[in-house]
């Protein structure tokens, strides 16, 4: 396993006061991640596969949001059927 993180700059404060914006920083991370192996393997039915938290971390004057991405070291293949 592999660990990956995804931090926000410290302007976007929103998901101080916003908290569900963070469910939406981690499917920002898996679209983004998704997109650059189907471009990069020229296969659209292969997914990485792994687990995808948001975690906050830091006082109020130091506020770190981010997402954590525990990465699996193989690929998964949809089996797409057909009738």
């Given at each position: ?26 499917r ?52 797409i059927?057909?009738?």
């Amino acid at each position: 396993m592999r660990c990956w993180a995804w931090t926000v700059p410290k302007i976007f404060m929103h998901f101080l006061h916003y908290r569900k914006l963070l469910l939406m920083l981690c499917r920002c991370a898996w679209d983004t991640l998704s997109m650059f192996l189907h471009e990069a393997l020229d296969q659209k039915d292969v997914f990485p596969g792994g687990i995808l938290v948001p975690q906050t971390f830091g006082g109020m004057a130091n506020w770190n949001p981010h997402t954590c991405y525990l990465k699996s070291l193989t690929l998964y293949k949809v089996h797409i059927l057909k009738y």
